[in-house]
């Protein structure tokens, strides 16, 4: 109750509401690994970006758009989140869960290796199990994206959102980390229990 009294306060004084939220989504099969492809000339381009807004959402709806194409692997999913009306404690929870992705399980892509590695799928194991970790910073309320997403139906609407949230220019930050982060790495079973413990089946 106090929470919705404040949301009311916050509006009438005319304060800018924020919102960050985290997306877990584990892809399981072997038709995964292309979807590695897609996650990782994102992340390049993200990097090549040097931050910039624009080019890291175009980067998002490319991925959004894989993932709801790919919903028959999704296997399991989670999301958390949080409201701010100060800018800066958002920028904050965006780095805290920055820094827990990216200390995920192998979710740091290495760019620094031959780029030719790709190249040569049948000498690479295939991961079965893929995890895409999305963080995103927004202004504005956006029901989708703030409930619980761990059934299919709620998660294509939260992808969407993102989607439209890019389109609409309200997005604030982006981050995109997924694990295994590049091709011949391999993520488990036994793995995704210990390092993803908060993903609820779908």
Excluded at 58 to 77: H, K, M, R
Excluded at 87 to 93: H, I, L, P, T
Excluded at 100 to 119: C, I, K, V
């Amino acid at each position: 109750m106090t929470s919705s009294w404040r949301d009311r306060f916050n509006r009438i004084s005319g304060k800018t509401r924020f919102a960050v939220c985290r997306i877990f989504i584990h892809l399981a099969g072997a038709e995964v690994a292309p979807l590695l492809g897609v996650l990782n000339r994102a992340a390049r381009e993200a990097v090549e970006a040097d931050g910039d807004i624009t080019i890291l959402g175009e980067g998002l709806v490319e991925i959004c758009q894989n993932l709801l194409q790919n919903d028959i692997y999704w296997q399991s999913a989670a999301n958390e989140g949080d409201v701010f009306w100060d800018e800066g404690e958002a920028g904050d929870y965006v780095n805290e869960l920055f820094t827990d992705s990216a200390e995920r399980y192998l979710s740091e892509p290495d760019f620094s290796q031959n780029p030719s590695r790709g190249n040569e799928p049948l000498s690479l194991p295939v991961t079965r199990n893929l995890i895409v970790m999305i963080t995103v910073a927004y202004e504005g309320e956006v029901p989708q994206l703030e409930t619980d997403l761990a059934n299919i139906d709620a998660l294509k609407q939260g992808l969407k959102a993102l989607v439209n949230l890019h389109y609409q220019e309200k997005l604030r930050a982006i981050q995109v980390h997924f694990s295994p982060a590049q091709l011949g790495d391999e993520l488990t079973s036994d793995q995704l229990l210990e390092y993803f413990p908060e993903l609820i089946p779908l």
